[in-house]
């Protein structure tokens, strides 16, 4: 599974869009989505988008409830 599909089952998880998370990032919409389709994203980013999704990062999303997506 790539780091772009967890990011979307993440999301689908938490009821939020991929524009609701890249203005969290301080990202343009569409640059993000670009960065979606290259699925190049870094530990530090992918800690960040876990952290945004209240989810701990350890390869996967790991959420309060216990639901490990990735």
């Not at 343009?28 to 952290?51: C, G, H, V, W, Y």
């Not at 999704?53 to 639901?67: C, I, M, Q, R």
């Amino acid at each position: 599974m790539t780091n772009a599909q967890r990011i979307k089952m993440a999301l689908a998880y938490k009821n939020m869009s991929e524009a609701q998370l890249a203005r969290e990032l301080d990202s343009t919409p569409s640059a993000f989505n670009q960065r979606m389709k290259t699925d190049k994203f870094t530990s530090e980013e992918l800690e960040r988008i876990a952290t945004i999704l209240n989810a701990e990062y350890k390869a996967s999303f790991v959420f309060p409830d216990g639901t490990q997506i990735g």
